[in-house]
């Protein structure tokens, strides 16, 4: 059996040291480099990070290597997996345009990224996993994974795929745990198709299955473009979480994800001092995934007033 007691008592000290809006109020940076500085001297990131993409990088770095040390390996891979899946886009659009890598390949992840990338060059995604190349193969085949568009949805319903059937096998509250995860994703998906005004049928693809609500019930909400969301997720458990993110959408999309994390912390806090549950495990790394949007929005924020000095 897993002993998960030492890592549920390290992660009460670490959480002490979580980043909040307060202590980013208090910085009295000039630069991002200064921002940088001041940051990682409060034991975030690493020391020698020049921006904040080098300097939140390394900090879910360590995150995702600490989570494989933290929880058996399938449960590790339930957070994992979104990491490699992003790794997948980029290796497959670099294909597509007969470039190297642009975009940034994360670290301490579930699959090493050479075999990604002969994955993605050979069209074969078997070496992954069955359930993987279950999605990816035919996908690839029928040409789906050489246009942005087909290889982002195709990829997010591979990846959840194997994120739900880890979770099947998870404890319960791990179970719901996905589930919410689902449903966030869905309406953030929403938000953002909606303030783009892509075509019903593009969004419809972008869904992902298995969630408390309904992919159709996103659908429907979309085609008829309501002034709340609120009555089409009624009944359902995450209503009450999409409805404060609906509120929080008013001022920016980070403030209606911040919601819904708010809402995922919130379910797992039912087992938040279990020695023997991973559940404290993953609710640390929903606090350090909302820690580093937050330190990124206010690098966001600050640029604007570092150029002016």
Known sequence: MFDYSYNVARIAALESKLITKETLSR?????????????????????SAKTCVELVGAELSGLRSFIFSALPDEQAKILILPYDCHNLKVLLKSCVIGKE?????????????????????????SLLSDGIAGVLNP????????????????????????IAAYAAKAPKLIRKYVKYEAD??????????????LPADTFR??????GFIPESVFAACYEAKPES????????????????????AKNSINAASDALDAAT??????????????????LYYKKKIREARLIRTYFTESEALWKRR
Do not use: W
């Open 265 to 282: 912390e919130a379910l797992l806090e039912y087992e938040k001092y279990e020695i023997n549950s991973p559940v404290p495990v993953f």
């Open 184 to 197: 966030h994703t869905n309406y953030i998906s929403y938000l953002r198709a909606f303030s783009t005004g």
């Open 205 to 210: 693809k972008m869904l992902l299955p298995g």
């Open 229 to 248: 969301v609120r009555p089409y997720t009624f009944g359902y458990e995450t209503h009450y979480g999409i409805v404060k993110a609906e509120e929080a």
């Open 101 to 125: 890598p642009s975009g940034m390949l994360y670290d301490n992840t579930a699959f090493d990224t050479e075999v990604a990338a002969a994955c993605c060059r050979g069209g074969e995604f």
């Open 139 to 162: 996908a690839y085949d029928s040409g789906q994974l050489a246009v942005p568009l087909g290889i982002s949805t195709k990829c997010d319903l591979a990846f959840y795929k194997e």
């Open 27 to 47: 910085l009295n940076a000039s630069s991002e480099e200064d921002a940088v500085k001041q940051i990682s001297a409060l034991g975030y990131g690493d020391p």
